[in-house]
């Protein structure tokens, strides 16, 4: 199975582990962009980058799977059969 990536609201390290323990990946976009616009618009670069950080490290403290994680991906890093041999062109141009 191919990995599969998790988040609408995740912002705190309890349902980071929980969706760890169901997913592969967990996205946390906007407790980042949250983060950042409570610093308002004058904060700096170093502060902004500081706000990122703090948060990314706060929730990472719930990444520890448990030992009953399960639907994890058993495909990481192959390619799909049906893509083997095939060019797609680059969005990038």
Do not use: Y
Not at 10 to 36: C, Q, Y
Not at 42 to 48: F, I, N, P, Y
Not at 60 to 80: F, I, M, R, Y
Request: proline letters at 5%.
């Amino acid at each position: 199975e191919l990995p599969l990536a998790v988040g609408f609201g995740i912002s705190t390290p309890e349902m980071v582990n929980g969706v760890a323990n169901l997913a592969d990946g967990v996205v946390v976009g906007s407790a980042i962009l949250n983060a950042v616009d409570k610093l308002g618009d004058d904060a700096t670069t170093e502060q902004r980058a500081d706000a990122v950080r703090e948060i990314t490290a706060k929730l990472c403290t719930g990444l520890k799977q448990s030992e009953d994680a399960h639907n994890q991906a058993t495909k990481l890093g192959q390619v799909p059969k049906e893509w083997q041999g095939k060019e797609f062109p680059s969005p990038f141009g």
